[in-house]
């Protein structure tokens, strides 16, 4: 049984930092590739970022990067994403995604586990 559980989140007010955590069990394997998507109310799920099995390759959403930062230990089979800087429009709810491959992808149908989530809301 795969699980991935998300941790972390909460309420924070713009250009504060937040840490995100996401453990990982069951199937998913530590050398997974493994992402962060955030979903706003109203909107598409979108991907934050992603990082490969061995963590050499990492993709950002342009939009935010010099802001986050995703990492993993593999050792503890957790992924985080470090978000400083943090605006009104980062509020989502962020969930952690991995894959049965040690490669990334910005396809999101290609991303094969899904965590339940955690709430992010920064305010003004």
């Known amino acids: 049984q795969v699980q991935l559980v998300e941790s972390g989140g909460g309420l924070v007010q713009a250009g504060g930092s937040l840490r995100l955590s996401c453990a990982a069990s069951g199937s998913i394997f530590s050398i997974n590739a493994k992402a962060w998507y955030r979903q706003a109310p109203g909107k598409e799920r979108e991907l934050v970022a992603a990082?490969?099995?061995?963590?050499?390759?990492?993709y950002y959403a342009d939009s935010l990067k010099g802001r986050f930062t995703i990492s993993r230990d593999n050792a503890k089979n957790t992924l985080y994403l470090q978000m400083n800087s943090l605006k009104p429009e980062d509020t989502a709810m962020y969930y952690c995604a991995a894959r049965l491959s040690m490669a990334i992808t910005t396809t999101q149908t290609l991303w094969t586990s899904w965590g339940m989530g955690t709430q992010v809301t920064v305010s003004s």
């Open positions: 990082i490969s099995g061995g963590g050499s390759t990492v």
